[in-house]
């Protein structure tokens, strides 16, 4: 398979989709920051590109199989099926333990760790953009795309969407995700990479794993709706229109 530094990180996602393991352990940002370059986005991760390109090697020969290349010839339907029972539970279940977790851990540590205090607001603000969110997709665009991909299939006509084309709530689920992903990214730099202070009891460690696994799993989550899923309504909706 050839890879080029030259490639996006989306373009790589896809045609390797391990390679989105490589990027989460060194902070590359495949789901937002996916249209750049790989080398730039090496450049800003501060990793050769030479060691990158060579991780994706690996990755590419490995007989391991990843399911998530699935997606790409998947129904749509069948991708949003996914992303609500595996990604959107997942999403809403750590929402409400969390909650309790961070005041837990800021009632005891807080006064000793004031950057605690800065995490539960950034968490709660994250929480409160997440649950709309999920929501709109949910009960609108999802919704829509089954339609549209249901009539396609069986050759009848696609309905107008109150919100006209798919590529309007589209545009704000991405501007959402963008917001979600500066949010996390700053949760990660307060926490120094969610490494807990010597002081910490098993609830601050069981916190700040529970918010890197979170994080992680934002990443795969905004990735199949990014980079799959929109993209492949849009291209459909476009045929049709055609």
Known sequence: MNLEATMTVRELALKVPAATRVFEKVGIDYCCGGQRSLADACATAGVAVDEMMSSLEQVTTSPEKD????????SLTQLIEHIIETHHAFTRTEIQRLRALIDKVYGVH???????????????????????????????????????????SSGRPVEIPPFRTVGNPVRMMMMEHEAAGILLKELRALTADYVTPA?????YQTLYQALDALEQ???????????????????????VNL
Do not use: W, Y
């Open 110 to 152: 807080g006064q000793n760790h004031p950057e605690l205090e800065t995490v539960r607001s950034l968490f709660a603000t994250l929480a409160s953009e997440l649950e709309p969110h999920m929501m709109k997709e949910e009960c609108m665009l999802f919704p829509f795309i089954m339609r549209m991909e249901a009539a396609v």
């Open 217 to 239: 799993d934002l990443h795969q989550h905004i990735h199949l709706e990014n980079n799959i899923l929109f993209p492949r309504a849009m291209e459909m909706e476009g045929d």
């Open 67 to 74: 399911v998530k290349s699935d997606f790409l010839t998947a």
């Open 199 to 203: 002081d910490a009891c098993i609830s």
